[in-house]
């Protein structure tokens, strides 16, 4: 009872309000006039209405909102994972075009031999000595042997150093122990191409005194040294030095194989 007595007035509010309210649909249903004190309370009411009206409006807003909210969420992490897909097939694309690229240049590829070349991949390097040797998956299974020379279409890499059934062991012509005989292309000069280690320089000493090299000229293995088979393509000189007086030549030749990154060989018996 006490609580009724604290709130009696709130109470009384409501009721006077919902009972108008009843009032007010009751008497007006079906007649087109209103006595005056029946259009007062409906006057007197009508912003209690509009307040519940815009009220309703809100919360229909507001629910809308969180509706679409939800919704976009859900497209967003749709389309998320669509683009993630989307970024790997396109990496699986430049892989397979590059894949592509080489298997056309081996296409390319002829040698003039009594044994057709082995094709082979790289398949390790090291990291401390990454332009000294590489690791190929063709072995004493597919007749590779030590000293077989191996090659790109674009020039010489190196030679098999060592073979198990199923790997074999490539020196590549940048190693510092490499040295095998070659030719200047423009003057058939006979000349030793050395490695130094680096992946983009091999050195140039020649054999004969009398000598003519000059940037640019073309160099190309020979087969007195009896290493690599005649005429595969080595590299470009690029710089020559004459010593101090004139005395000694040196120079240093570029090769042609981008031993950095290549991935697929042939050897050559």
Do not use: C
Not at 180 to 194: L, M, W, Y
């Amino acid at each position: 009872m006490r609580w009724i007595q604290d709130r009696w007035p709130m109470l009384v509010t409501i009721l006077v309000a919902f009972t108008l309210i009843g009032l007010i649909y009751i008497t007006a249903d079906g007649r087109r006039d209103m006595s005056p004190w029946e259009g007062k309370i409906r006057d007197g009411v009508a912003p209690i209405y509009g307040v519940f009206s815009n009220l309703t409006t809100l919360a229909n807003h507001w629910v809308g909102v969180v509706r679409n909210h939800s919704k976009l969420q859900r497209d967003n992490a749709a389309l998320v994972q669509e683009i993630e897909w989307m970024k790997r097939r396109l990496e699986t694309v430049e892989q397979l075009e590059q894949e592509n690229a080489s298997l056309r240049a081996a296409l390319g590829f002829a040698f003039e031999g009594n044994h057709p070349p082995v094709a082979a991949e790289i398949i390790a390097r090291s990291p401390s000595n990454w332009f000294d040797k590489v690791l190929i998956n063709r072995g004493g299974a597919a007749g590779l042997a030590p000293g077989d020379a191996v090659v790109i279409p674009a020039g010489v890499v190196g030679r098999v150093y060592g073979v198990t059934p199923s790997t074999a062991e490539v020196m590549l012509i940048t190693d510092d122990r490499s040295a095998f005989g070659a030719v200047v292309v423009r003057t058939g000069d006979p000349v030793i191409i050395e490695g130094n280690g680096r992946w983009s320089e091999l050195r140039l000493k020649p054999l004969v005194k009398e000598v003519d090299i000059r940037a640019g000229d073309q160099i190309v293995t020979s087969v007195m040294s009896g290493v690599y088979p005649d005429g595969l393509p080595v590299g470009t000189v690029t710089t020559v030095d004459t010593g101090q007086y004139g005395l000694s030549l040196s120079a240093v030749v570029t090769p042609h194989a981008d031993l950095a990154r290549i991935s697929q060989v042939f050897v050559i018996k």
